[in-house]
């Protein structure tokens, strides 16, 4: 599992296999616009609700990422190899769609930890004309997830 910087894993989805995504880094394809930091992860401080002006008494909330996916035909990944499993961007574009409305699944992230996580946003933009040599197009998705215990 290290032709993608990130995986998700549902039963319902792939036969419940690690389903992997490379992360739109800029230069990545040789696409411009890409983003500088396709992935940020943070847990924001939930204040008191007996004292919200005083931060001690607040608490760290779960922990939430945002990924920007790249979805290109012809992208290498982290070995500078084409990924393994053979999928297009069409392909690829399914799968993220598919794990948006489920309750829960798994996400590993960039540092090969697992956790159960919910989507909670969908963007995507598309980034490459639909062409004879490109009939998929190319896609630059936007996730957000956060932590659940589901």
């Given amino acids: 599992m290290n032709d993608y910087d990130i995986y998700l894993r549902h039963a319902s989805v792939r036969d419940g296999d690690w389903v992997g995504f490379v992360l739109g880094w800029r230069g990545l394809a040789g696409k411009d616009g890409l983003p500088q930091r396709p ?6 401080w939930i204040p ?3 004292d919200p002006s005083d931060p001690a008494l607040g608490h760290a909330g779960k922990w939430q990422w945002r990924f920007d996916v790249a979805m ?3 992208m290498v990944g982290l070995l500078w190899t084409s990924p393994a499993d053979g999928r297009s961007s069409a392909d690829m574009r399914a799968d993220l769609l598919a ?3 489920l309750p829960a699944l798994e996400l590993k992230d960039a540092d090969g930890t697992v956790y159960i996580a919910r989507a909670t946003a969908y963007r995507e933009q598309c980034m490459e004309q639909y062409t004879p040599t490109h009939p998929d197009g190319g896609w ?3 996730l957000d997830f956060v932590e659940t215990t589901v």
């Fill in 39 to 44: 992935q940020l992860r943070w847990r924001p």
């Fill in 48 to 50: 008191d609700v007996t």
């Fill in 72 to 74: 290109f035909d012809g």
């Fill in 99 to 101: 794990f948006v409305d």
């Fill in 140 to 142: 630059l998705a936007q």
